[in-house]
């Protein structure tokens, strides 16, 4: 599936804060490649990074070192309009408005493209109007979001990311406080999404199972180094082994998963 | 319907021919009218909507339904003002000059900005909203103390005129006030209306409200201007009006039910309006020679709608 050049291109990038002139690094250098239509993941332990790459890539954590190419522009060139319309996101914190209806919400999402107004044109309308099909999410347009389900509340802020219409969508743990089968439904949601609309989606995740089922590559961030590759090469290589101190869990290649040590 | 009515009583339809132009009221109730009782009206008008509106953008900006047009100090700026004019003055024991309305108006005014200034430097180097609401209110805390601490030494004239200031008072200004008064209002008013995209992406949050392509430092600080230029003129001209600002989005939210601003900021507008000049029509008292401070009808009417929303609610929405 690797077509055309990549959306999203990161080199040697490494991570970290900057505090009292020193920098503390969180991971080792990163490096990976997105093409157009992929479901990619990043996973690692806890405090390993996940948010901070996310939050690197999104442009509101500048990087330590290293090179982060959007759609052939380096990411620092990006004025906060022109990045809007070129990279949209989905994070873990609440949404303030609980009065906000599921439609109004995902109309927010055209916010880079309307005017001074913020009023929808045709084609905003249009295009929310393709988001709520193509989500199932038409029962619940007039829905307050402070009444939905955590499942629901995030098929629609997925619907929003989506309503923007942007080549990147960048996602911080969607599926955290869901049940499996909403756990599973969201990656299923967001696999289809990337394959139909050949938008690149980088999400992370506990899920490792899950990811290597259902995504086309995945980051393995760890203290040291990062591997990235497709599940499949990433299992061979062992990276998943690793991960996760031996004493109580223990990846299981053949199943793809992780079992406990009895 | 509220220029009818005050100490003096004057019919109703004797009141619309005399605002009409026609001569049916005597030359007392028409001097009464064109240089009180319409004056007053007005500034009821804009003092509702002005305070309206900027508990409205505070609550939004502060993603706190409890925030109102104050929460930034501002009224305790001007509190500051006036106090160092009206007890601190007294203390060097100045002419009675200063304790006219205008200096007054200049000390509140010249109070609220200070604080203000004090808000956008801070503003400028928090990062995080709710941090500048407590620094907020820790303003708020520093001037109440520095007005006791004057109070405490201050005559008892002096005392009183600074009591009656913190009342609130629609009256007594005039035309050339309300001029100004008017202007400040309309200035405020536009700018929010250039500023209702971002503030209804800040419904989503700030770090949503960045990547939707807002530029949250230059909002920040606009909607903060905005807030002190309509708190603090009403604040300036009226004294510190209690709960209309608070308690007027929320009455706006649940009749409408959307948080989108495209609605809401013309319904609070006129919603502040209406409610305040029904307060000033209670203060007056139909039928009795005197009239209740402002303050004290607006807490009776703007304190139970509250509570009644809260416990009618279970949360409050925004």
């Known amino acids: 599936m690797t077509e055309g050049y990549p959306v999203l291109s990161v080199k040697d990038l490494l991570m970290g804060y900057h505090t009292s002139g020193e920098n503390i690094q969180v991971s080792g250098s990163v490096n990976f490649d997105l093409f157009p239509g992929e479901l990619a993941a990043v996973v690692g332990p806890n405090g390993v990074g996940k948010s901070t790459l996310l ?24 004025s906060a309009k022109d990045l809007a319309t070129n990279l949209s996101i989905v994070l873990t914190e609440k949404i303030p408005a609980g ?13 880079p493209y309307t005017n001074w107004l913020g009023s929808l044109s045709e084609t905003d309308k249009s295009v929310v109007r393709s988001v709520l099909e193509k989500l199932d999410l038409k029962e619940l347009h007039n829905k307050a979001c402070g ?46 999404i990337a394959h139909d609309t050949k938008k690149t989606i980088l999400f ?59 | 319907m509220n220029i009818s009515l005050g100490s003096v009583h ?19 109730q028409q001097y009464i009218i064109s240089s009180y ?35 930034l100090g501002i009224s305790s700026g001007a509190s500051l003002g006036v106090a160092l004019l009206l007890l601190g003055g007294s203390a ?3 002419v009675s000059v200063l304790t006219s309305g205008i200096s007054l108006a200049i000390a509140a005014s010249l109070g609220s900005f200070i604080v203000l200034l004090c808000i956008l430097v801070v503003a400028s180097r928090v990062r995080d909203t709710m941090a500048l609401l407590i620094i907020g209110l820790m303003f708020g805390s520093i001037t109440t103390a520095a007005v006791s601490v004057m109070s405490y030494f201050a005559r008892m004239e002096s005392l009183q005129q600074y009591i009656f200031w913190s009342f609130g008072s629609l009256g007594d200004l005039s035309w050339s006030q309300i001029r100004i008064f008017a202007v400040l209002s309309i200035l405020g008013i536009i700018l929010s209306i250039a500023f209702m995209k971002p503030l209804n992406s800040l419904l989503l949050g700030e770090n949503y409200a960045k990547s939707l392509g807002m530029n949250v430092q230059r909002v920040r600080f606009v909607l903060i201007l905005i807030t002190s230029i309509l708190a603090g003129s009403v604040t300036a001209f009226a004294g510190p009006i209690a709960f209309i600002g608070l308690a007027v989005p929320h009455l706006t939210r649940q009749i409408f039910r959307t948080p989108d601003h495209r609605v809401l900021l013309p319904a609070v507008l006129l919603f502040g309006a209406i409610l305040m000049l029904i307060c000033d029509t209670l203060s007056q008292l139909p039928g009795y020679e005197f009239s209740l401070p ?18 009618r609610k279970k949360s409050m929405l925004f």
């Open chain 2, 37 to 71: 009782r319409m004056p007053k009206a007005i500034t009821a008008i804009l003092t509702g909507a002005a305070l309206s509106l900027s508990g409205l953008i505070m609550q939004t900006f502060f993603r706190n339904p409890l925030a109102g047009p104050f929460v």
């Open chain 2, 294 to 311: 402002v303050n004290a009808i607006t807490s009776l009417v703007g304190a139970p709608v509250v509570i009644w929303l809260l416990v």
């Open chain 1, 55 to 78: 939050r690197t890539l999104a442009g509101v954590h500048p990087p330590l070192g290293g090179d982060i190419t959007l759609n052939n522009r380096s990411l620092k060139s990006y």
């Open chain 1, 99 to 111: 009065n906000l209806t599921a439609a109004e919400l995902i109309a927010l999402g055209r916010q």
């Open chain 2, 92 to 94: 060097f024991a100045t």
């Open chain 2, 10 to 28: 004057i019919p109703f339809d004797t009141v619309l021919s005399a605002l009409l132009g026609s001569d049916q009221a005597t030359e007392t």
């Open chain 1, 147 to 192: 009444a939905m389900s955590d499942g629901q509340l995030q098929r629609v802020m997925i619907g929003r990311a989506l309503a923007q219409d942007t080549p990147l969508i960048l996602l911080d743990e969607p599926t955290s406080h869901l049940d499996i089968y909403h756990k599973a439904y969201i990656f299923k949601l967001l696999r289809t």
């Open chain 1, 204 to 262: 992370s995740s506990h899920e490792i199972d899950l990811a290597i089922q259902l995504c086309d590559k995945i980051l393995v961030l760890q203290p040291r180094e990062a591997g990235f590759g497709d599940p499949c090469s990433l299992i061979e290589q062992g990276s998943f082994q690793s991960l996760f101190p031996s004493d109580l869990i223990k990846f299981d290649s053949r199943s793809g998963s992780f079992r406990i040590k009895k």
